[in-house]
């Protein structure tokens, strides 16, 4: 298994370019999350998934958008980028159920100038 | 916002154990405590979980209170390496869907 992969890694976008991370993770996990991590803070749940077509929305979720058409891929779509968004994003998943372990990707590094 | 409560910062020796608590008052009868950290900027990294028993593997210890409004993460021989943010977490169920709502953590250093 590969976990849950994240790309890009790195990204500088400029001010109003659109862009799309990418997540996929290879455990047939039904729930995805995606955080951001500004520079010495905690993270930050922007949207999650609970399956295939089911999408909610986290604590911080203005500026972004999910989709979810495959249990496998969960990306997430910045339309018109902002200063505000720069910061680290992660993505991570996990099976229904309590007690089950969450996996993390490694992260994706976003400026935007 | 978040259910759990952690100090700031924490820092112990080498060697010692490193005792990091964590407050959750509001927590529901099916919702577990999960303990991540995080090195520098890497991905979260798994600890431990528990329900309502004390609970140990090879990294760590998790002791929760009775009322399973609290509990403590023991590392029982820190070491360098376990510098990093510790997060607590409260694995929140509504509407049968599970929200993961981070706290601020507790940035634990080891001193040498």
């Known amino acids: 298994n590969a976990g849950v992969t994240q790309t890009p890694k790195f990204r500088i976008l400029k001010i109003g370019q659109s862009m799309t991370l990418q997540c996929a993770q290879d455990m047939n996990h039904n729930y995805m999350y995606w955080y951001r991590q500004d520079p010495g803070m905690g993270l930050k749940l922007i949207y999650y998934?609970?399956?295939?077509?089911?999408?909610d929305k986290g604590e911080v979720p203005n500026g972004y958008n999910v989709s979810r058409s495959t249990t496998e891929d969960f990306p997430l779509r910045l339309e018109l980028a902002a200063p505000s968004q720069t910061s680290v994003y992660f993505c991570a998943s996990t099976r229904p159920g309590v007690g089950n372990t969450i996996y993390f990707g490694e992260g994706s590094w976003l400026t935007v100038v | 916002d978040a259910k759990t409560t952690q100090p700031t910062s924490m820092d112990c020796a080498e060697g010692r154990a490193a005792n990091l608590p964590c407050n959750h008052s509001t927590i529901s009868g099916n919702e577990y405590v999960y303990w991540y950290r995080q090195i520098h900027s890497q991905g979260p990294q798994y600890i431990i979980h528990g329900l309502k028993n004390n609970e140990t593997n090879e990294m760590a210890s998790l002791i929760i209170t009775e009322d399973r409004k609290s509990s403590t993460l023991i590392l029982p021989h820190a070491t360098l390496r376990d510098t990093a943010v510790y997060y607590c977490i409260v694995r929140v169920a509504e509407d049968s869907s599970y929200k993961l709502i981070f706290g601020s953590g507790t940035r634990l250093l080891v001193r040498p």
């Open positions: 998934s609970v399956g295939a077509g089911i999408t």
